[in-house]
């Protein structure tokens, strides 16, 4: 007997606060600890991306090796293996100031949101598939989950920095190891189907040719959209941004996640084609260049909405056309080669984007660098045909 829609859609958010620890607090909130590591290590804009890029090359390992770990062990092992994995390398980050120890902690985060990414996300499509009507909407809830952990660590990091003074970045990486701690025991306490969308034969084929456009779409979006999500909160207080003020930045950010299944449903449903991803990923261009025309409170929070509720819109994009692309058992395998695509462009983004900000002693230059990206990958994407599936 299928589950009803109110169990359905609960499965989906406890497969959510894997990506909200993962992405959410385990990536994400680097950009808020960034200016006082930066400060208190003596960082350069280089060093300060390199850790982003070391995460990301963890993500890129992590999503090679995803769909093998699902094949052997079962989704739902690989979503708790890799969330639990993020916790321990949050408070890995809060027990060292070595730059090596860091790199290796921010790589094991970047492994274990991407594993738990790509088995969260197949399990999270196989579930919706249920309900038909509902499965972009269900989809999109999964896809929300890093909002969750971006508004958590807005809520908490700034005003833990700002009540602990400079070079308390530590104190706030452990709180953030204790909160995620918490946020996981839902997904120790639950059994979702663990062999849902793992199937006994082989997977189909996923020829790289019929979606090559696609992929140098979502390349461009994971090069891009990095330079904003790990530079802002820097621009926000280089421009006096105190700590309210970055608290209701990155709160904007992680709270319009949750507009995002309502305000992108009609077009995700039509997203067979790349034409879902182009507009979504235009919307999202322009949310990261708005910051270049002024820095009023009111022009950066829009700048925040804006690319917030674009942002988690994109990565359903990309699970909403692997689903209509291709048959179940090849999901997994999709997803992860979306994913690894989209790895290797973020992990030249942030070391790219951090040595051009040393080079004009600027950060503008970042968004400008990441708006520009972001605006090609949506050109791109209008190009992408429908695969239909395979058979």
């Not at 062999?195 to 390349?219: D, M, Q, T």
């Not at 994009?317 to 692997?322: E, L």
């Amino acid at each position: 007997m299928p589950p009803s829609p109110s169990a359905l859609a609960r499965q989906i958010l406890i497969l959510s606060l894997a990506p909200a620890i993962g992405l959410g607090v385990g990536r994400f909130a680097y950009s808020l600890l960034l200016p006082d590591m930066r400060d208190a290590l003596h960082w350069s804009y280089s060093s300060a991306g390199f850790m982003n890029t070391i995460n990301a090359g963890g993500y890129l390992a992590g999503a090679l090796v995803a769909a093998r770990l699902s094949k052997r062990f079962g989704l739902f092992a690989v979503v708790r293996a890799g969330t639990i994995a993020c916790v321990v390398s949050l408070l890995i980050c809060g027990l060292s100031d070595n730059f090596t120890v860091l790199s290796l902690a921010r790589l094991l985060t970047g492994f274990g949101a991407a594993i738990a990414f790509v088995a969260g996300g197949a399990l999270a499509a196989t579930l919706g598939q249920s309900q038909p009507a509902r499965s972009s909407f269900l989809l999109s809830l999964f896809y929300a989950g890093p909002g969750v952990g971006i508004l958590l660590s807005g809520l908490i990091a700034p005003f833990m920095l700002q009540g602990f003074g400079p070079g308390s970045w530590w104190i706030v990486w452990l709180a953030l190891a204790a909160v995620c701690a918490m946020l996981t025991l839902p997904l120790l306490a639950q059994s979702i189907d663990a062999s849902a969308g793992v199937s006994n034969v082989a997977p189909s084929a996923v020829a790289l040719r019929p979606i090559s456009i696609f992929l140098l779409s979502y390349f461009m979006f994971g090069a891009g959209y990095i330079a904003y999500m790990t530079f802002m909160i820097a621009y926000v207080r280089d421009f006096g941004g105190d700590a309210v003020a970055q608290s209701a930045f990155w709160c904007l950010v992680g709270a319009s996640a949750f507009a995002s299944p309502w305000v992108w449903r009609g077009v995700l449903a039509r997203g067979r084609s790349g034409s879902a991803m182009a507009i979504i990923l235009g919307v999202n261009a322009v949310g990261a260049a708005m910051p270049l025309l002024g820095h009023s409170p009111l022009l950066l929070g829009a700048s925040a909405l804006v690319f917030g509720v674009s942002f988690f819109a994109v990565v359903t994009a990309t699970t909403a056309f692997v689903r209509f692309n291709y048959p179940p058992d090849a999901w997994p395998k999709a997803i992860a080669i979306v994913t690894i695509v989209f790895g290797i462009g973020q992990t030249l983004g942030p070391i790219a984007v951090g040595a051009i900000s040393d080079a004009t002693q600027s950060l503008s230059s970042a968004l400008v660098v990441s708006a520009a990206t972001l605006g090609i990958g949506a050109a791109i994407a209008m190009f992408q045909k429908p695969v239909g599936k395979v058979v």
